[in-house]
């Protein structure tokens, strides 16, 4: 029998959250939800976004990557930080102080999922929601299509942006050309990704994936370590980190 993915991420160096499980993983990711609700002020978003960098040896394992992980994230939180700067009310405090606690309360947000994503194996997320969390058999089939066409979405974009270039269809030099030349690539994914979708649909019905389809059974076992454990401890401290600096403030 082949190794799985646990065994494959255990065996070779790297950091600590390789032996933990998509589960757990997934768990510390939600708590980042209440973790941003609780940014309510720009020391409280700071507080928590500096634990969570703390927390980066622990999680990344190859650093080249992970500026291009957390672009959209920066991205996202700078155009939200922008958008509080400029629509603020008069008279309802700093304005510049309220865009980076909007700011902030993003990357709180984001960075998490961001980093731990990248170690969530599609069909393992699978076997751990279905015995783990007990979540129903065409919910969890749903949801590893799902996770499994996001590694599909960075192959696609390459072939449609190679099938463009090939058709005389590539950017120019200037900003604006590469611009329209983005918009255009991206509604072909979207686009592509639609077709995608319904196919895989198709699949998932014709595999037993209907709603009265027969009992459904999981290769493999999905047990909960230790190192499940103290990921989710260090999630749950992490969150504390903007409550505790909330309510001393």
Same mark, same amino acid.
Request: with cysteine; aromatic share 4%; proline share 8%.
């Given at each position: 029998?082949?190794?799985?993915?646990?065994?494959?991420?255990?065996?070779?160096?790297?950091?600590?959250?390789?032996?933990?499980?998509?589960?757990?993983?997934?768990?510390?990711?939600?708590? #980042?939800?209440?973790?941003?609700?609780?940014?309510?002020?720009? /020391?409280?978003?700071?507080?928590?976004?500096? =634990?969570?960098?703390? %927390? $980066?040896?622990?999680?990344? !394992?190859?650093?080249?990557?992970?500026?291009?992980?957390?672009?959209?994230?920066? /991205?996202?939180?700078?155009? @939200?930080?922008?958008?509080?700067?400029?629509?603020?009310?008069?008279?309802?405090?700093? +304005?510049?102080?309220?865009?980076?606690?909007?700011?902030?309360? $993003?990357? &709180?947000?984001?960075?998490?999922?961001? /980093?731990?994503?990248?170690? &969530?194996?599609?069909?393992?997320?699978? !076997?751990?929601?279905?015995?783990? #969390?007990?979540? +129903?058999?065409? &919910?969890?089939?749903?949801? /590893?299509?799902?996770?499994?066409?996001?590694?599909?979405?960075?192959?696609?974009?390459?072939?449609?942006?190679?099938?463009?270039?090939?058709?005389?269809?590539?950017?120019?030099?200037?900003?604006?050309?590469?611009?329209?030349?983005?918009?255009?690539?991206?509604?072909?994914?979207?686009?592509? =990704? @639609?077709?995608? =979708?319904?196919?895989?649909?198709?699949?998932? !019905?014709?595999?037993?994936?209907?709603?009265?389809?027969?009992?459904?059974?999981? =290769? $493999?076992?999905?047990?909960?370590?230790?190192?499940?454990?103290? %990921?989710?401890? @260090?999630?749950?401290?992490?969150?504390? @980190?903007? $409550?505790?600096?909330?309510?001393?403030?």
């Amino acid at each position: 029998m082949p190794a799985t993915p646990a065994q494959r991420r255990g065996a070779g160096p790297g950091p600590l959250v390789r032996h933990c499980g998509p589960l757990s993983l997934l768990v510390v990711s939600l708590l #980042a939800v209440p973790a941003s609700f609780a940014a309510t002020t720009w /020391v409280a978003g700071a507080a928590g976004l500096a =634990a969570q960098v703390l %927390c $980066l040896p622990l999680v990344v !394992d190859r650093w080249r990557a992970l500026p291009a992980r957390l672009l959209p994230g920066a /991205v996202g939180a700078l155009s @939200v930080g922008w958008s509080a700067w400029l629509l603020g009310e008069p008279g309802q405090g700093d +304005p510049l102080l309220a865009a980076l606690t909007a700011a902030l309360r $993003l990357a &709180v947000l984001v960075l998490p999922g961001a /980093v731990l994503l990248a170690w &969530v194996d599609p069909a393992e997320a699978g !076997d751990h929601l279905a015995q783990r #969390a007990r979540l +129903p058999g065409r &919910v969890v089939v749903a949801v /590893v299509a799902a996770l499994g066409q996001l590694s599909a979405l960075a192959d696609a974009w390459e072939q449609l942006a190679a099938s463009r270039r090939a058709r005389g269809l590539g950017p120019g030099r200037g900003p604006l050309s590469r611009g329209r030349w983005l918009a255009s690539t991206a509604f072909g994914l979207l686009v592509d =990704a @639609v077709r995608r =979708a319904g196919r895989v649909s198709v699949a998932m !019905d014709a595999r037993g994936a209907a709603p009265d389809g027969p009992a459904r059974t999981w =290769a $493999l076992p999905a047990p909960w370590r230790r190192a499940d454990s103290v %990921c989710v401890l @260090v999630g749950v401290l992490v969150l504390a @980190v903007p $409550l505790a600096v909330g309510a001393l403030r």
